[in-house]
Nanobody
């Protein structure tokens, strides 16, 4: 079992930046591929970014590519999502997810993940 706790959400003006963090506990964090997803009101949850267990491979949704960076610190059992140039359409609840993985892959689909955090709210004012 893995427990994931997100933090770092809040309210920011358009054009601003935030860094979200997801702290994992309960299992060896470095054996998990990690992902960030988001869900805005009235919309389905969507993929934002993913990273392989070692951090060598990353993937981003087109909507955030060039503005977001996913990274991880396995010594701290934490994965991060740095978001720059935030837009009102980035407002959502952001969730981190974990998938046990030894292949070095990243994963872009919800159904592939085994564990989820409770989410952190990001609000962007225009």
């Amino acid at each position: 079992q893995v427990q994931l706790v997100e933090s770092g959400g809040g309210m920011v003006q358009a054009g601003g930046s935030l860094r979200l963090a997801c702290a994992g506990s309960g299992r060896t964090f470095r054996t998990f591929a990690m992902g960030w997803f988001r869900q805005a009101p009235g919309k389905e949850r969507e993929f934002v970014a993913a990273i392989s267990w070692g951090g060598a491979r990353t993937s981003y949704a087109d909507s955030v590519k060039g503005r977001c960076t996913i990274s991880r610190d396995n010594a701290k059992n934490t994965v991060y999502l740095r978001m720059n140039s935030l837009k009102p359409e980035d407002a959502a609840v952001y969730y981190c997810a974990a998938k046990e993985d030894y292949s070095g892959s990243y994963y872009q689909f919800e159904r592939e993940y085994d564990y989820w955090g409770q989410g952190t709210q990001v609000t962007v004012s225009s």
